[in-house]
């Protein structure tokens, strides 16, 4: 079932983004559109170091006081992804990492990514060695 979804998903966004972009450069331009996509990645670079910096120190407090640093890990993912996503040109990714960069759009993500997470170690489809 997963490898489905994820051949749909290698398939689909590719063709989506090609599709933007010819929209996008047939609508407002092509140096517009090329000026659109720098942007992004420049701004995806800024936030996903910002935000994986405050993710890092989160990560450290919590530990320092004994935590697990559960909620930090989930959201140095979310960052991870969506910094990524944003250096990837095209409008589909961008907008895709730029929900998993701000904050309160990213609780959504973690949620359903402790969902996910819970539901193969129950199933045992992931291993925690200690």
Known sequence: MFRTYFFLLVILVPAAEIGILLWSGKTIGVLPTVFFILLTGVLGTYLAKSQGLKVIRQAQQQMAYGQMPGEAILDGISVLVGGTLLLA??????????????????????????????????????????
């Open 89 to 130: 040109p095209g409008f589909v990714t961008d907008l895709a990492g730029l929900f998993l960069l701000i904050p309160t759009t990213r609780k959504f993500f973690k949620r359903q990514l402790a969902a996910s997470l819970r539901k193969w170690m129950n199933k045992g489809t992931i291993r925690i060695i200690r």
